[in-house]
C-alpha cells in the first residue's frame, strides 16, 4: 500500500514562515495530483493548494502570494512554503496524493495522517 508521511508542522509568530514536507512511499507505479488541504477548528476542511504532475499550480484565494507549492517527482515529495503566516492559518494539514499503485495499476486518492500548523504570539 502507500503512505503518505507529513513533517514540518509546529507553532510560529505571526508574521514567521514554516515549510512542510509530504513524502509518498510504497506500491507506487506514478503519482497524479499532489495537495495539501487544512482544517482549523470549527471549520470544514478546505483545499489549499494543489499541483498536477505537469506542475500546474492552484491556490486558494486567501493563500495566493503567501505560500507555494512545489513537488519533486523523484522524491515523490510534496512541499508547502507558507510565509506571512497569519492566525487565521491556524489548522491541521493534510497531504493528499493521487496514487496509481502496483498490486491494481489503478488509481487511489491517499491521505497523510496530517500535521498541526499553529499561528500565534
Known amino acids: 500500500q502507500v503512505q503518505l508521511v507529513e513533517s514540518g508542522g509546529g507553532l510560529v509568530r505571526p508574521g514567521g514562515s514554516l515549510t512542510l514536507s509530504c513524502a509518498a512511499s510504497?506500491?507506487?507505479?506514478?503519482?497524479?495530483?499532489m495537495g495539501w488541504y487544512r482544517q482549523a477548528p470549527g471549520k470544514q476542511r478546505e483545499l489549499v493548494a494543489v499541483?498536477?504532475?505537469?506542475?500546474?499550480?492552484n491556490y486558494v484565494a486567501s493563500v495566493m502570494g503567501r505560500f507555494t507549492i512545489s513537488r519533486d517527482n523523484a522524491k515523490n515529495t510534496v512541499y508547502l512554503q507558507m510565509n506571512s503566516l497569519k492566525p487565521e492559518d491556524t489548522a491541521v494539514y493534510y497531504c493528499?496524493?493521487?496514487?496509481?499503485?502496483?498490486?491494481?495499476?489503478?488509481?487511489?486518492?491517499?491521505w497523510g495522517q496530517g500535521t498541526p500548523v499553529t499561528v500565534s504570539s
Open positions: 510504497g506500491s507506487i507505479i506514478s503519482i497524479d495530483d
Open positions: 493528499n496524493a493521487v496514487v496509481v499503485v502496483t498490486t491494481t495499476r489503478r488509481e487511489y486518492a491517499y
Open positions: 499541483i498536477t504532475s505537469g506542475g500546474r499550480k
